[in-house]
């Protein structure tokens, strides 16, 4: 079956690191995408991985290991607008259909 | 460019009631998704579509239908609404997978929907 893992909530502080950590389990493997979803509104794409390794976009990096079914997103220099839920989702198939896990939902604190 | 539009953003309806949930993307995108989202469930697949006049269900099709007869359109129908189908639905759309990869889908604003 496929499964995707996540933290319900986590809270950090305005300035800070925080990771937010993903497993998965999926029939083949296409990747992993990592969404931002602020209250009431569409969720907005992040990132993608398909190889081992960190990816960086600015102060949001995600990385991936496969061997493991593990990924995590990075937040640096965290802002308060960084408060939303973020979504760890994985492709099943080539109809790029996903398999979203049910978010984690990050406050940042000043 | 307005990306993926979902109309009406709310509605409220009655038990056994029917109405239709339309999506339209401007950007010539091939497959077209429908998901719902509900508290502590995370978004589910409900219907999707890899092409005008193609559609195939998700995760859980019961209770909705589903047309694409254009690209640019991807209609949710509710033939009769329950109770249990109050959720927020989203639209979303994406360029034909190739290559190896995946690309990233397009997700509307939501249409939030109450059954009474």
């Known amino acids: 079956g496929q499964n995707i893992d996540q933290p319900t909530e986590m809270t950090a502080t305005e300035g800070a690191i925080v990771q937010i950590n993903c497993t998965y389990q999926t029939s083949g493997f296409n990747g992993l995408f990592w969404y931002q979803q602020h209250a009431g509104e569409a969720p907005t794409f992040l990132s993608y991985?398909?190889?081992?390794g960190l990816e960086e976009k600015g102060r949001f990096s995600s990385f991936l290991s496969r061997s493991k079914g593990y990924s995590y997103l990075l937040l640096k220099e965290l802002q308060m607008k960084d408060s939303a839920s973020y979504l760890c989702a994985a492709p099943g198939g080539a109809t790029n259909k996903l398999i979203f896990g049910t978010g984690t939902l990050l406050a940042v604190q000043p | 460019n307005a990306g993926v539009t979902q109309t009406p953003k709310f509605r409220v309806l009655k038990t056994g009631q029917s109405m239709t949930l339309l999506c339209a993307q401007d950007m010539n995108h091939e497959y077209m998704y429908w998901y719902r989202q509900d508290p502590g469930m995370g978004l589910r697949l409900i219907h999707y579509s890899v092409g005008e006049g193609t559609t195939a269900k998700g995760e859980v099709p019961d209770g909705y239908n589903v047309s694409r007869l254009k690209k640019q359109n991807f209609l949710l129908g509710l033939e009769s609404a329950a109770p249990s189908q109050t959720s927020v639905y989203f639209c979303?759309?994406?360029?034909?997978?190739?290559?190896?990869?995946?690309?990233?889908?397009?997700f509307g604003d939501g249409t939030r929907l109450s059954i009474l």
């Open positions: 979303a759309s994406s360029y034909v997978v190739g290559g190896g990869s995946n690309q990233p889908q397009h």
């Open positions: 991985n398909v190889l081992d």
